[in-house]
Each structure stands twice: as C-alpha cells, then as structure tokens.
C-alpha cells in the first residue's frame, strides 16, 4: 500500500475527504508501524516513512472513515529506565477520535507473564485489543453556538448518560442508556421543567473496563479509567461501531443546545486505565512511557501516584500538557461542549511533590483562547500528601465545595458548633475565595454528588451499606455526616418517613438558595436511592440507574425542587455576583444582610458560640445590589427572610422591626412543601411559628 509523507500536524488520524493523514508523537521509538485491520480482523502493517520532532507521520489515500488500526512501536525495553516499548503489543492512538469494541482480557495485554513480573511477554494482543477508529470529521452544525451563560444564571445537574436514561419508560428501548436517550424529549422536557441550566456528565471519555471487575461480575460504572481522551465512550452510542458514537454524541449536545442547556464533561486526566508497572500496555505505557507518565525519580519501573489508580499522568513533559490541551480544545471546537470539570485536579497542579497553583497547566489554559473561555471546575484534591485544596485554585476557576456539603450536612443534623462555618458556606464562602479576588460563583455548591449517599440515603442511613461491591463494606467513605432519622434503612413508620421528606427538602432550599453556584446529583428530585451504598462505581445495574417507576411518587418533591430553582431564577438576591459586606445598603441603615436570633435582634459573638444559636434567621436586603443589568441600571430585588430551625421542637421565632420590611409572605415551607399556607402574611415585629427541623423563606411584601 503507497503511503506519502503526510504532516507531523494535527497528531492523530485525521480525514480530508481524500484519504487520511496519521501522526503519533514517540520520543522513545526506533521505529513506529501503522497497523490497519479490514473487517475479518486481517491485519497490514506499514512503517510510518516520516519522523518530525519525534512525531512519525504519513497520508494513506484512500483510507476513509471507520478504518480501524493501531500502533506497534518499536524501541528499547528496559522497564527499570522506564523504558517499555513492545512491538508485539497493539497500541491505541492517544489522539484517536473514536474507539471500537471492548478489550478481551488476556495475559497477551500485559508485558510480562503471569506470576513473573520481571519477565517479557511477546505473545501478539491485536486479537485481544480494542482499535481506533477514523472518524468522518463533518457535521452539520447548523446555527449551534456556544450557549455562554453566566455563572450566577447556572444550576448544574450532575448525571451519567446510561443511569439516567436506562429504565425511563418514556425513551423507547433501542435508546435508553445512550448520548440519543439523554437528548430525548422526554429527557430534555424533564431538565427544562426542572430548572437546570447544565448538565455535568459523568465521564464520556472512551474508558476501559477493569478485569478485577469483570472477574466478580461486575463492571466500571461511574468510568474514571480512561484510555481515550479524544473518543466518546463507545458504549453509550445506539448506532454501534465504525465510529458512529461521534455523530450522536455531537447530536446530543446540539439537542440540549437547542433546548438553552449547556453540556458541561466530567474529565480525567490525571490518570490513565493502564494503572500501575502491573497493568496492561494498551497505549501510552507502550508509546512513550516517561512523555506520558510520572514515574519515581529513584526507580523508574514504577509509577508516581496521587490518584489512587496506579499512575499519575506526567504533567511536567510538554508532550502530556500537548494531549490535554488538544484534547479540551477539541471538545469545545469540534464537539461543542460548554465546559470541563476535573477529577482530582491537584494532581494536575503537582509538577514536583506539592500542589503548586501556578502550575504550568493553569499557565496553559488561562492563556489559550479557547479553554480559558468555558467553565472550568476543579475537583480541588488529590490522594496525595497536601492535595485537599478548597479554596487553592487560581482566578478563573470555580471549586467543588466539599467543606460546603459537609457543613451543611453538619448543620441539618444537628451538630454542634458549626453555625458560623454554616453562615460562611451559605453566603458563598468568602473565606476560601474573596482572597485572590474570586467572587461567589468560585464555589459550586453541593450536599450530595454521584461519590457517595444520594439525597434520600442521606436521611435514611448512618452508615454505608456496600456489600454488594464484594469488598466487606471496605470501600467507600465511612465518614458521611448522615442521619437515618431515628431508623436505619427503610421505615413504615409515618413520623420518620415524614422528617425524611421534609429534610431533604431542608437540604434543597439550603443549596438553591445559597450564594454560588448549586449542583444538585441526578435523581435527588426524584427520591433516588441506592439502598445505602455510598459507592456504586462498580454497580451498572438497577441500583444505581435513576428508578422512574419509583419516581412517579415523588411528585411533591419534583415540584418542590422546581419551586426553588424557578425561585433562584426570579430573584438576583440568591445569585448575586459580590459578596455580602454587612454594611448598609443607600441611604438606610439596613444592611445587604442581617444575622438575627429567634427573638429578632442581631446575634452576638456569644450566640455564635453556643448551642441556643443553632437557630436563626437571615435577612437578605433585595434593594441596591451591588450589580447592574445589561443597561447599566441597578438592579432591586425583593428583600428576604429566611427562618432556621433544624432543631427537633417546634420553635416561635419574632420578625424584625419595620426598618426591614412591613409586611412578610411565606414563600418556602419545607414543612408544608405544597405552600397551603402561602397566602399567610405576618407584620413586622410579628410572630411565626416554625416546626421543628425546618426552614420557611418569607417575601417583604412592601
């Protein structure tokens, strides 16, 4: 087969409508072979004729879209050099748009035998290896355009594509679990009925399934095991192999564009699937070994690791900062998502041991054009030594808030002394982000996620329940800051199924209500549960698929969620884009928020310091926020009450003088979610009565 020189750029197998060009960067390699395999499984092999600042290229007429092929990189195998090339090992592209099949686990996988970790293994894995795929480049876009919501209009709904739409009676079967079911109507009529601006999927990147997992009957679910960052996970698409998962993943993205959603991707880029000097030489371990790994200065046969998994991708070689910053770029550009949230993103920040937040990578992408102008989330820790970083990430980044979530669960269950970190997390963190001149938005606000309890286990169970992983309830956090209520697990019992509800409507209206940006796990609206266990990533099955039939009950609460979110939408008061300053606002002598005990007078230091103090009630001032519209004018809002009790009794709690407002409207009730007493109006100075282990939110009338 002629092959022509072709471009070291762009890397990857690239379609022109005449034939494709192939580019694969390997500093380490002697020799790379193009490997390209027709649909019997027969191999050919051809040398790529060029190499250019250690990219092997060349154009290949005719070649066009759903070839498979792969790499065999040939070069020096001396693991202790950290050196592992192996001509006899099938090598996915790195920059491979598409990925077909599933590997077929096998000792060929691996370079060594079994039982003999210092041997060499040369037996062929082509038979057993998934392979790339050329994808068809071209699209019709049509008028599809970056959606560019502000932050301060944004909820986020964080999901996975298959678990969301796998049992919903109103997606026809043939595409339940698929990038087309999560762009059905029905699925788009829900999101839209909810309130939700975004969703944050859970990881798309082509992932590997593990053969640990595989061998108890299990599979990776939740997919943070990437092999491809360039690929849409085949097994989400309906229209099967020869890259097809490209043009629906594409048209998923232009159906929830078309509906004012924007698609935000959960990636991973720390680490690889190919794990630690154990696992298997499926791709970048056989390419470039020390480009694309962090390996151990003092023995280079093994591999750095702050993730948990194996390996740490090498953030200090330029050609693994290349393949990030490609790989975002081309999700924005060609896929036209909305933005990245990271997984363990210090581990992307440690060029040396510790975190440093003027990492080359935060360098890279708050100048590049493209990347610096999406959303960008950072899980703010890693498992290494110092990696918890809340609060450490540079301008330009928003956080998951974890001390958020575990002080807002402290606060609703009663813990004491945690008022004052409650007020911080509630008003949108200040402490952590006002330093380096972020503002409220900094802080992606969330109780539950998909790692750990969903909402309803939070009030159901104290402790994790995770046998059906087959690790004797090892994994998993152990720590959860939940409360059962008085019952672990399910309960018949009236009272107890009563406070389930109304606390977990304690738990929304906290978190759509707060300053910054909230984040709700999918299905928490719908009554979700997954029986207790707080840590499904092995559990591709009806306990943690979204259970619709179930969620046919949950009426009260779906409605409930969407009062709030539509009540955040129509009031900046909740979004606002500066922190609160305690001052007044004007000309009066009310300020933009006010900290008042049940008997309506400002709180001391000491009611900060004690028990009694666990009770309150915030005073949000609507008028002259420190914002303008998009004439310049200022903008008013109404001005808000919002009444804490999360105590167990029900509590009589005095509204402030006139200076606040004259009149006062209840607008939430988590103890009456449907409002039947939404008409009720209470003067300044008045009394209302709060039941125990709730919050009402009152509107000033005038």
Known sequence: MRIWPGNPYPLGATYDGGGTN???????????????FDADGTETRIDLPEREAFVWHGYLPRIVPGQ??????????????????????????????????????SEALFAYRFGDPLSRNDADSAPFAQKSVVINPFFDWGNDRPLRIPMHQTVIYECHVKGMTMQNPNIPEDVRGTYSGLAHPAMIKHFKNLGVTAVELMPVHQFVQDSTLLDRGLRNYWGYNTIGFFAPHNEYASFGGHGGQVQEFK??????????????????????????????????????NPAYYRLVDEDKQYYYDTTGTGNSLNVRHHESLRLIMDSLRYWVTEMHVDGFRFDLAAALAREFHEVNRLAAFFDLVNQDPVVSQVKLIAEPWDVGDGGYQVGGFPPLWTEWNGKYRDSVRDFWRGEP???????????????????????????????????????????????????????????????????????????????????????????????????????????????????????????????????????????????????????????????????????????????DIAWLRRDGEAMTEADWNTRSGMTMTVFLNGHGL????????????????????????????????????????????????????????????????????TLMVLRCRY
């Not at 202790?80 to 748009?97: E, I, T, W």
């Not at 680490?271 to 298997?280: S, Y």
Request: aromatic share 8%; hydrophobic share 35%; glycine share 10%.
């Open 22 to 36: 192939f580019a694969l960067f390997s500093e380490a390699a002697d020799r790379v072979e193009l490997c390209l």
């Open 68 to 105: 498979r092929y792969g790499y065999r990189v040939h070069g020096p195998y001396d693991p202790g050099q950290g050196l592992r090339c192996n001509p006899s090992k099938l090598l996915l592209d790195p920059y491979a748009k598409a990925i077909e099949g599933e590997n077929a686990w």
């Open 251 to 288: 048209s998923m993205v232009k159906a929830l564009h078309q509906a004012g959603i924007e698609v935000i991707l959960d990636v991973v880029y720390n680490h690889t699937a190919e794990g630690n000097h154990l696992g298997p030489t499926l791709s970048f371990r056989g390419i470039d």
């Open 417 to 591: 002394a945690s008022l004052g970190d409650f007020a911080s997390r509630f008003t949108g963190s200040s402490d952590l982000y006002e330093v380096d001149g972020r503002r409220p938005l900094a802080s992606i606000n969330f109780v539950t996620a998909h790692d750990g309890f969903t909402l309803t286990d939070l009030v159901s169970y104290n402790g994790k329940h995770n046998e059906a992983n087959g690790e004797d309830n090892r994994d998993g956090e152990s720590h959860n800051r939940s409360w059962n209520c008085g019952i672990e697990g399910p309960s018949d019992d009236a009272a107890i199924v009563a406070l389930r509800e109304r606390q977990k409507r304690n738990f929304l209206a906290t978190l759509l209500l707060s300053q910054g940006v909230p984040m709700l796990a999918h299905g928490d609206e719908l009554g979700r549960t997954q029986q207790g266990n707080n840590n499904v990533y092995c559990q591709d099955n009806e306990l943690s698929w979204v259970d619709w039939e179930d969620a046919r009950h949950q009426d009260v609460l779906t409605t409930f969620t969407r009062h709030l979110t539509r009540l955040r939408a129509e009031h900046p008061i909740f979004r606002r884009r500066r922190f609160f300053t305690g001052e007044p606002v004007g000309d009066s002598k009310v300020p």
């Open 626 to 693: 420190p914002e303008r519209d998009a004439l310049g004018e200022e903008i008013n809002d109404d001005s808000f009450l919002l009444l804490f009790n999360p105590v167990g009794e029900e509590l009589r709690f005095s509204l402030p003088g006139r200076d606040f407002g004259r009149t006062w409207e209840i607008v939430v009730n988590t103890a009456d979610p449907l409002l039947a007493t939404r008409r009720k109006t209470t003067k300044a100075g008045g009394q209302v009565d709060v039941p125990g282990h």
